[in-house]
């Protein structure tokens, strides 16, 4: 929960908001994913410890106790802190995978928020845990037939578990602190305007000047030798059929004194 969102967006407890990919090779090699892991190691080391050679049995008792001054108490407390705190590991291993997938900055603060209150009650924990071991360590008398390696081994597993955890605690509570940030977009640049497109001007030369119209076609001769009636076909228009009829042309009349 560590890594910063993409540029060019909001990110909030410590990946972007948009919501993105999983790479695993990147969140293999985010600290708080090492420290993560270390701390699940760390508590198998506890359990595994103890269930195995935590409990041995005299030679003249034919039940076993612990080995840590025969408290069993102590022996199951450490159990109980180890077992938890594996499956703990486990799951918040699984949450700060699928963080980066969140879009909801609400559904993060809870995420952040369970794991920072996790972190603060498992440091007390494991350190009630180191503290209650070595005391009892201290008062046991008796190491005949003791496996000590184990016995010292969960007790220094149980001190490495409080660095791994308040370091757990510190990293989720400064993402806590910024819990939403907000990162201008750059402006997308405007396209020029279009250019209009214009259409090339033929032009026609020609060398030789226009032709005159042709002529007006002339009436044929009169064979009398008399003026030619008055026609309409020069007339713009047509006439009216009304007129029509009144209209007449009369041909001279010849001289018969010749």
């Known amino acids: 929960m560590e890594e910063t ?7 909030a ?8 990919s999983f790479d695993f090779q990147k969140f293999a090699k985010q600290p708080y994913t090492i420290v993560r892991f270390l701390s699940w190691i760390f508590s198998i080391v506890v359990f595994s410890c103890i269930t195995a050679e935590g409990f041995v ?28 705190a594996f499956l703990a ?27 920072l209150g996790f972190s603060g009650v498992w440091t007390f924990l494991w350190f009630v845990c180191f503290c209650l071991l070595a005391s009892q360590w201290s008062h046991t008398l008796d190491v005949g037939g003791i496996p000590q390696d184990a016995a ?15 370091r ?10 910024t819990p939403l940030t907000l990162r201008p977009t750059p402006p997308r640049p405007t396209p020029p305007p279009p250019t209009p497109r214009t259409l090339p001007v033929r032009q026609t030369t020609s060398n030789n000047p226009p032709s005159p119209p042709p002529p007006a076609p002339s009436p ?14 020069g007339l713009r228009g047509e006439v009216s059929p009304r007129f029509r009829s009144r209209i007449s042309f009369t041909s001279p009349i010849p001289n018969l004194n010749h």
């Open 220 to 233: 044929p001769p009169n064979p009398r030798g008399t003026t030619n009636p008055p026609t309409t076909e």
């Open 152 to 166: 010292r081994a969960t007790i220094a597993f149980s001190f490495f578990s409080i660095a791994t955890w308040v």
């Open 168 to 177: 757990r605690t510190v990293t989720t509570a400064a993402l806590l602190s």
């Open 5 to 11: 969102g993409g540029v060019g967006g909001a990110s």
């Open 57 to 84: 049995n005299k030679p003249h008792k034919p039940e076993a106790h612990c080995v840590f001054n025969q408290n069993d108490s102590a022996c199951h407390y450490a159990v109980g802190i180890g077992v938890i």
């Open 13 to 20: 407890y410590g990946a972007s908001l948009a919501g993105g």
């Open 89 to 115: 590991c486990f799951f918040f291993l699984l949450l700060d995978a699928y963080m980066p997938l969140m879009s909801n900055a609400k559904e993060r603060k809870y995420a952040v928020m369970a794991d």
